[in-house]
């Protein structure tokens, strides 16, 4: 039985990346259930390839593999194209060594999961890229945004920061570009998971707290302000 309509699965690829072949089975199988076209690749080097091949929509990467580990893995594939990619971790320690690293993948599960939850993942990734492509396209007036040392361009989705192009995922683009928007404004985790991400669900705040390393990292501390208690701001110059 379907959990939603088929529209956001219809032509879409997704390539899980997983050694359990039980696991990786019954994600193929959930998926393909709701309309997505589904590849699998057994560890890390052949999830490289696979993905460089088929050009998934978005990737379900197991964090533990052979050959290669999922870290190394994310990384391989969003150095070739910002896709989205899901991280699939076996304990929540493993979920807080990522947020600590600030890896750039756009959502992380704990297993175990129920596919159920995974589609509706898999779906809210999606859906938020349609989102943002579809602003792009129809919003052709919006004007590149300019605040602290930071070039926004919503249309083509690249950033510059003091005239240097800095490579985002398209999670890391979304979340900066949504903060940018309203400089000075703060932000509770769960308005962003809401805003940025499409769901809204309690252990969803950690992965709010890792994208927003990810972009210090990228973008330098100054940038994003944590505001105690509260959330995060976009540092307002003025
Ligand atoms: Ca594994």
């Known amino acids: 039985m379907s959990t939603q309509d088929h529209s956001t699965a219809r032509g879409r690829t997704i390539l899980v990346i997983e050694d359990e072949a039980p696991i990786a089975d019954a994600i193929a199988a959930r998926l393909r259930s709701e309309g ?17 091949d088929v050009h998934p929509d978005a990737v379900v990467l197991d964090l533990m593999l052979p050959g290669m580990d999922g870290l190394e893995v994310c990384e391989q594939i969003q150095a070739e194209r910002a896709v989205p990619v899901l991280i699939l971790t076996a304990r929540d320690s493993e979920h807080d060594l990522l947020v600590g690293l600030g890896v750039g993948a756009d959502d992380y599960m704990t297993k175990p999961f129920s596919s159920r939850e995974l589609v509706a993942r898999v779906h809210a990734l999606l859906r938020r890229v349609d989102r943002s492509r579809a602003a792009g396209a129809t919003d052709k007036v919006r004007e590149i945004i300019r605040v602290a040392q930071l070039d926004i361009d919503p249309i083509t989705r690249r950033v510059h920061q003091d005239g240097e192009p800095v490579h985002l995922t398209p999670t890391e683009f979304d979340l900066v570009l949504f903060l940018a928007e309203t400089p000075g404004a703060v932000f509770t985790r769960e308005d962003l998971l809401e805003e940025v991400w499409g769901y809204a669900v309690a252990s969803g705040v950690r ?27 976009f540092e307002d110059a003025a």
Do not use: F, M, Q, W
Not at 39 to 50: F, L, N
Not at 209 to 216: N, V
């Open 36 to 52: 997505y076209a589904v590849e699998i690749a057994v560890d890390g080097p052949g999830g490289v390839s696979r993905c460089a």
């Open 207 to 233: 992965t709010v707290d890792s994208h927003i390393r990810a972009l210090r990292r990228k973008l330098g501390n100054d940038v994003i302000r944590t505001v105690h208690g509260v959330g995060y701001a």
